[in-house]
């Protein structure tokens, strides 16, 4: 864990959230400034700071996968869509440097390369 990594003091529980799910892996929780109706950050205990580290560990990515898999098998979004969606660095929209994946669902999500 990293001591100044606002995720990281998450895990620590030195700072609140509102926690979705949780192994001994993975943690997910409500983003505070959700960019659609269900916006849930995974997150994995291991620290990286973003997905080009992570990837290092093949393993750390299926957890958050399979955690995500668990998640929308026992809700609604499984059958409904969603989209998981990783930022890696600032010009990508990186703020926290702790590799985490956005869970986004919950109605219909606006298409990807199309400009207006």
Do not use: W
């Not at 959230?17 to 983003?31: G, I, R």
């Not at 959700?34 to 750390?60: C, G, V, W, Y």
């Amino acid at each position: 864990m990293s001591v100044n990594c606002l995720f990281c003091k998450i895990l620590k529980n030195e700072i609140s959230s509102q926690k979705v799910f949780e192994n001994e892996k993975v943690f997910a929780f409500y983003d505070i400034h959700p960019q659609a109706q269900t916006h849930i950050l995974f997150i994995h205990r291991n620290h990286t700071k973003d997905i080009n580290e992570m990837s290092s560990d093949a393993q750390s990515i299926a957890d958050i996968f399979q955690a995500i898999a668990q998640f929308t098998a026992e809700s609604d979004l499984a059958q409904n869509g969603f989209r998981v969606v990783t930022n890696s660095g600032a010009h990508a929209g990186q703020t926290v440097f702790h590799t985490h994946f956005h869970l986004l669902g919950g109605g219909p999500l606006g298409q990807f390369g199309q400009r207006s």
